[in-house]
């Protein structure tokens, strides 16, 4: 098995970036996919197979990959975007799933 | 509408068991692969297990491994899980979940219920 590491928390003004970084420990061939937390609410997909976005998010929301890190980045942060958002990859089989342990994004 | 509604949750003793309920509709219910993933109050997201289309590949997370069955009913369109041996370890909001088209990847989640309260306490 491996782990996703997440920092636990991101803060950023309105109107500026905001990244989010997922580290795995071990490199697989995987896609991996990014969910967005509001309060009291499901969570909701928001990029997947590492950069691509779901109809109907916006398109400040991205995504990228280098090596075995990925980053969800978010352009021109609004206050909507308060959120908990979560990595999610599968095992090399495809077979189990494995999610980051969530990062809390505050907009200042 | 896509739409995915959880029931079953409750209140229950550690050692006894409880079987949650999922109801979908607006799609092809037996086109997808189906999960529960479950959250602890103030606390990540926890996948459970999964099942293929037809019901017969079945994966489950170690910390449910023997105490937990996932199942469907395509006929029904609804997902099922038994879970048996509760622990107190268990207490979440479990959630119904669907596994996105071949064209989003390999186990996307594309589709929420609103999840379903399980509370496992003497």
């Known amino acids: 098995s491996y782990e996703l590491t997440q920092p636990p928390s991101v803060s950023v003004s309105p109107g500026q970036t905001a990244r989010i970084t997922c580290s795995a420990d071990?490199?697989?061939?995987?896609?991996s996919y990014w969910y967005q937390q509001k309060a009291g609410q499901a969570p909701v997909l928001v990029i997947y197979?590492?950069?691509e976005r779901p109809s109907g998010i916006p398109e400040r929301f991205s995504g990228s990959r280098s090596g075995t890190t990925v980053t969800l980045t978010i352009s021109g942060v609004q206050a909507a975007d308060e959120a908990d958002y979560y990595c999610?990859?599968?095992?090399?089989?495809?077979?189990?799933?494995?999610f980051g342990g969530g990062t809390k994004l505050t907009v200042l | 509408e896509v739409q995915l509604v959880e029931s079953g949750g409750g209140l229950v003793k550690p050692g006894e068991s409880l079987r949650l309920s999922c109801a979908a509709s607006?799609?092809?219910?037996?086109?997808?692969?189906l999960n529960w993933v479950r959250q602890a109050p103030g606390k990540g997201l926890d996948w459970v297990a999964s099942?293929?289309?037809?019901?017969?590949?079945?994966y489950y997370a170690d910390s449910v491994k023997g105490r937990f069955t996932i199942s469907r009913d395509n006929a029904k369109t609804s997902l099922y899980l038994q879970m048996d041996s509760l622990r107190a370890e268990d207490t979440a909001l479990y959630y119904c979940?669907?596994?996105?088209?071949?064209?989003?990847?390999?186990?996307?989640?594309?589709?929420w219920g609103q999840g379903t309260m399980v509370t496992v306490s003497s």
């Open positions: 979940v669907r596994d996105g088209p071949p064209r989003m990847g390999t186990r996307s989640f594309d589709i």
């Open positions: 999610q990859s599968p095992d090399s089989g495809g077979t189990y799933v494995l």
């Open positions: 071990a490199l697989t061939s995987q896609s």
């Open positions: 099942i293929s289309t037809g019901g017969t590949y079945k």
């Open positions: 197979k590492d950069s």
């Open positions: 607006g799609f092809t219910f037996s086109s997808y692969n």
